[in-house]
């Protein structure tokens, strides 16, 4: 199955939750098809114990739901699906923080190589926007502070 964009609101808990560059993958590979334990664990090259750990506090904490169960040879089979991709934290007053900052991140994994490529993407996307700012129409233009960056993060193995 593609991968399509699901945004879900979250709390500061769940946040906490998917703060990490292993669920962060976890829950990519989940959006793209309903998958075991073991077949994350395999596709990530990581134990199936500690990915199963990962499922399951993501499932805990209702970033993911148990799509189907199968039994096979006296196995009990569970498929997780992400319930989203994109996440708002919400604030105590139950309003996203996106409705005063849209905000975005994720964690990824890339070679030298795809860093630049990425870099020079970004260059190129803030190019456009720039551009269109500077064109003579005013009228329903309002103006926006745009950041990027790009920390080198440590990966958690469990």
Known sequence: MDYIKKTMDVNLEQQKLISSPLRVKIIYLLAMKAMTAKQVADELGKSA???HYHIQQLYNGGILELEETKENRGIIEKYYRSKATHFNLKTEEEKPVTERVMSQGTYISLTEEDRK???DDIDLLFLKYVKKS????DQDKVSY???FSLKKEVEEES
């Open 49 to 51: 114990g500690s990915v």
């Open 117 to 119: 490529e990425l870099q």
């Open 134 to 137: 500077a064109e003579k129409s």
């Open 145 to 147: 502070e745009i950041n």
